[in-house]
T-cell receptor, first 114, second 111 residues
Framework: KAGVTQTPRYLIKTRGQQVTLSCSPISGHRSVSWYQQTPGQGLQFLFEYFSETQRNKGNFPGRFSGRQFSNSRSEMNVSTLELGDSALYLC?????????????FGSGTRLTVV | SQQGEEDPQALSIQEGENATMNCSYKTSINNLQWYRQNSGRGLVHLILIRSNEREKHSGRLRVTLDTSKKSSSLLITASRAADTASYFCATDASGNTPLVFGKGTRLSVIA
């Protein structure tokens, strides 16, 4: 079966712009989680969506938002981009997002803010 | 906030040697997982160990969990150059809490 698909793979944006990243989970997976990965901070949890509802949220400013559609596809949006938002953004899907489930990750979107 | 913390941050070994990575965490967990990431790519699941288990094996991988010390170790035996990657531990607590990752150990296996 198809894996987790993230688009685009690479993005270059200018400070102050906004960006939307997309994630298509594995068929049948209803939970989608987003992570930001930077060399200094490692993987930091952004938010998790289940059945179109944000169920968990990490410690990120309101400029970071997301949503999930009825087909479980998810998007995340970052507004008013800052240089520090440059990172690899990873999404992961799982069946229900409950404890003990294996996450399947996409290849990530590499965002560079200049 | 970061739950797991891997040690060492970086490890370099010769092909054929064993590699051991450690993970310590701060609060009670239900499960602990190890993932691998090749340079700049997504993470791949390696093994999951539940809080009531002490040891699990999968091929050349051996994971131990000591809940009294809040620590886990990942052993890769007879390492290969293809094992070169970053390795992360991740923990979850009760309910629908998210999977929280450490900062990872960067393993280099030299042929």
């Amino acid at each position: 079966k198809a894996g987790v698909t993230q688009t685009p793979r690479y993005l270059i944006k200018t400070r102050g712009q906004q960006v939307t990243l997309s994630c298509s989970p594995i068929s049948g997976h209803r939970s989608v989680s987003w992570y930001q990965q930077t060399p200094g901070q490692g993987l930091q949890f952004l938010f998790e969506y289940f059945s179109e509802t944000q169920r968990n949220k990490g410690n990120f400013p309101g400029r970071f938002s997301g949503r999930q559609f009825s087909n479980s596809r998810s998007e995340m949006n970052v507004s008013t981009l800052e240089l520090g938002d440059s990172a690899l953004y990873l999404c992961a899907s799982s069946l229900a997002g409950t404890g003990g489930e294996v996450y399947t990750f996409g290849s990530g979107t590499r965002l560079t803010v200049v | 906030s970061q739950q797991g913390e891997e040690d060492p941050q970086a490890l370099s070994i010769q092909e054929g040697e064993n590699a051991t990575m450690n993970c310590s965490y701060k609060t009670s967990i239900n499960n602990l997982q190890w993932y691998r990431q090749n340079s700049g790519r997504g993470l791949v699941h390696l093994i999951l160990i539940r809080s009531n288990e002490r040891e699990k094996h999968s091929g050349r991988l051996r994971v131990t969990l000591d809940t009294s010390k809040k620590s886990s170790s990942l052993l890769i035996t007879a390492s290969r150059a293809a094992d070169t990657a970053s390795y992360f531990c991740a923990t979850d607590a009760s309910g629908n809490t998210p999977l929280v990752f450490g900062k990872g150990t960067r393993l280099s296996v030299i042929a």
